[in-house]
């Protein structure tokens, strides 16, 4: 009896719950789509948001929009960058460099001439998402976080509340979790998995662990990675683990890392130097100034150029700004786990741009290079002018009655009841950094494999009908890692968020649980909607990766090559030799040049070739020295066009050569009008 009056009591003062038909919880960009749906189509909603500021990663940082074939986008998603397209074509949008400026680069597939921008500077997206929600009139609840021990109230199936560690509480019919770490769903009672699944689990080829596949973002060199050179008995370096155990294919535990997306800049009237943090720890450093002094001189960043001058800098090469392995407990983790995984990857990511940029073993001109850029100084100016929100690349993912996979991005399954499409490549970033048997550094977990736009399923939003009928899941949605790798791009996720409102509307206007409505009329609503569910598109083989054995002849690849520039590295576009291939970024022409010196056992004549792949962006003019005994000669290179019998490999002559290192092949952006491609040279000897 003094139980259930105590009971009565609590109930009587907690505060009465707020209701809404729709409720959203995480105001990522697919949350904020799925709430201006929900108001578009006449529910009541609430979008709550846990810290302080919308829209995700698409307003922290990420402004190069990863998509593949843009035609898979449509319905909001498409209106959101539309509506950056729109504020571009203002000229008083452009305040460090012009409109024209910007376009001669044609940065990351943006054309002067489409409707919509893909790339974009963090405060405008900011701007757009926010004018959406305005316009929708969406109540927005910020910095009220679930309660994760009692913040999901469910009666039977359904959830009836949302409790938030204030107290606050949320009732509604249908609740979408649009957060990137599942906490509703997981809260909920719906399964979910985090890591890497095996390959046999869903029959897939590339999941699990990658001792063998994992061939990009590599240490060139050989890089001792003991605390003490040599000497296992000395530990080994911080971010450094023991091989691991097991065959290709085995499922774990790991997931791929995490990083900030920066907005850097080059100019000096809105840039604010790299900073050194006050816990500076150089010993996390320390295999980076190894790799340096092994003589890899590449730029380990990747920055994509943004309007007025600014960047979406992501990770590139061996050290970079993921911090390989050190995020295995997020996904699970409490807030006071989270916030000091969070902490340690700003922390660290701070540390190695001030490293770059200041430290005495970096190469001097790799320090100057670093010393002109920084942070800009009008973005996330309420967070020391930091990006907002960790990428989180993956964490939970939920397991429904249909779990995205491989075969699915591959077309080799196709589902009929799609909500929304994929069309990215099969994308994982590095899971480990460990020690191999001969005793070197080495990453583990990168997969780059390519795809054909694919519909993705209705089943994988929604959780078992046994689990919970009135919940749907738009970003931890149920795909296998290697799946997930290629759906998690913010374009999709704005579509799943859309496609996620229509369906909770459907349920509540059909007076049905999530699994149970009408396919039929929620497509008929989606199309209706401009969302695209499905097109056929040309077969896409495996991107190919091919040895300098297997190529024939002498073969020296672009990672051997004499390299002045030519820092941004490629694999989307197979195939290709060894691990990827190098090009110009369409920047700094005149500057960066590659010279292929190979080895010759004898003198004789030798047909040279080039290898690159042909697209449409490449540059129709490339300027090629051959130095033979013969003289120098040049060759003008049409990067644009197929070479005979859809062959990568492009001849370029016959050419005397002595024996030795004497001759060379040196490719340039000298004048070019496109991307410069270099990959590798052949040299094969005339009998």
């Given amino acids: 009896m003094k139980s259930l009056l105590a009971f009565l009591a609590l109930a009587l003062a907690a505060p009465a719950a707020d209701t809404f038909d729709v409720v959203v919880y995480g105001g990522t960009s697919g949350g904020v789509t799925a709430a201006v749906q929900a108001s578009r189509l006449g529910k009541s909603v609430v979008l709550i948001e846990p810290t302080k500021f919308l829209g995700g990663l698409t307003t922290g940082g990420l402004g190069a929009t990863d998509i593949g074939n843009k035609k898979a986008i449509g319905g909001m998603s498409r209106e959101f960058y539309h509506r950056i397209w729109q504020h571009y074509s203002d000229p008083k949008s452009w305040t460090q460099q012009t409109r024209e400026e910007y376009y001669a680069k044609r940065p990351h597939g943006n054309s002067a001439t489409e409707d919509t921008m893909w790339t974009f500077e963090p405060h405008v997206a900011t701007k757009v998402f926010d004018d959406m929600i305005r316009e929708a009139k969406v109540p927005v609840v910020f910095s009220e976080r679930l309660d994760l021990k009692n913040g999901v109230v469910k009666d039977g199936q359904r959830i009836i509340k949302l409790v938030m560690e204030s107290g606050r509480s949320f009732e509604g019919k249908v609740f979408i979790d649009a957060t990137y770490e599942g906490d509703v769903m997981a809260k909920a009672g719906v399964s979910y998995h985090v890591g890497r699944e095996s390959n046999a689990q869903y029959g897939e080829t590339i999941n699990g662990l990658q001792l063998a596949g994992a061939k990009h973002h590599q240490f060139v060199k050989n890089v001792d990675p003991y605390v003490k050179p040599g000497d296992p008995s000395s530990g080994l370096l911080w971010g450094v683990t023991p091989m691991p155990q097991g065959k290709d294919g085995d499922g774990d535990k790991n997931i791929q890392a995490y990083n900030f997306r920066m907005c850097n800049t080059d100019d000096d009237r809105i840039r604010i130097p790299f900073a050194k943090p006050a816990n500076y720890d150089e010993k996390m450093f320390e295999l980076l100034l190894r790799n340096f002094e092994a003589g890899d001189e590449r730029k380990p960043w990747a920055p994509t150029p943004m309007p007025n001058r600014k960047t979406d800098t992501n990770n590139n090469f061996a050290f970079s700004t993921d911090m390989i392995g050190m995020n295995y407990d997020y996904p699970d983790g409490d807030y006071a786990t989270r916030a000091k995984i969070w902490q340690a990857h700003e922390d660290y990511q701070k540390g190695l741009m001030w490293t770059l940029a200041n430290h005495p073993r970096v190469p001097e001109k790799i320090r100057g290079f670093y010393a002109q850029w920084g942070l800009a100084k009008d973005e996330f100016t309420e967070n020391g002018n930091w990006p907002r929100q960790m990428y989180v690349r993956e964490a939970r993912r939920m397991v429904s009655d249909y779990v995205m996979s491989e075969k699915n991005c591959k077309r080799k399954e196709i589902v009929e009841d799609s909500v929304g499409m994929g069309a990215y490549n099969m994308d994982s970033h590095h899971t480990q950094r460990y020690v191999t048997k001969e005793g070197f550094a080495r990453n583990e977990g990168d997969i780059q494999i390519g795809t054909r736009p694919y519909p993705i399923s209705y089943r994988s939003i929604r959780p078992k009908a046994e689990q919970c009928t009135n919940l749907l899941v738009p970003v931890c949605l149920a795909a296998s890692h290697i799946a997930y790798g290629s759906i998690r791009m913010e374009p999709v996720f704005m579509v799943m968020g859309q496609s996620a409102a229509t369906a909770a509307v459907h349920a509540i206007d059909q007076n049905t649980t999530v699994q149970g409505i009408d396919y039929a009329k929620l497509k008929e609503q989606m199309l209706k909607d401009g969302q695209m569910l499905d097109f056929e598109s040309p077969p896409a083989p495996d991107h190919v ?86 003289g120098t000669q040049q060759v003008t290179v049409n990067q644009k066009k197929r070479a005979p019998e859809k062959s990568f490999i492009y001849p370029l002559g016959k050419f005397k050569f002595t024996a030795g290192k004497s001759g060379y092949v040196e490719i340039s952006n000298q004048g070019t009008d496109g991307h410069v491609i270099i990959d590798a040279v052949r040299f094969v000897e005339v009998k």
Avoid: C, W
């Fill in 545 to 630: 990766s091919m040895t300098k054995e297997q190529l024939g002849g002498i073969v020296v690849d672009d990672r051997e090559a004499e390299l002045t520039g030519f820092e941004s590295v490629g694999h989307t576009t197979s195939p290709f030799i060894g691990e990827g291939y190098a090009h110009d970024g369409h920047d700094r022409k005149g500057e960066q040049k590659a010279i292929f010196r190979p080895t010759l056992p004898k003198t004789g004549v030798y047909e040279v070739s080039i290898t690159y792949t042909a697209l449409s962006n490449r540059a129709t003019n490339v300027p090629v020295i051959i130095s033979s005994a013969d």
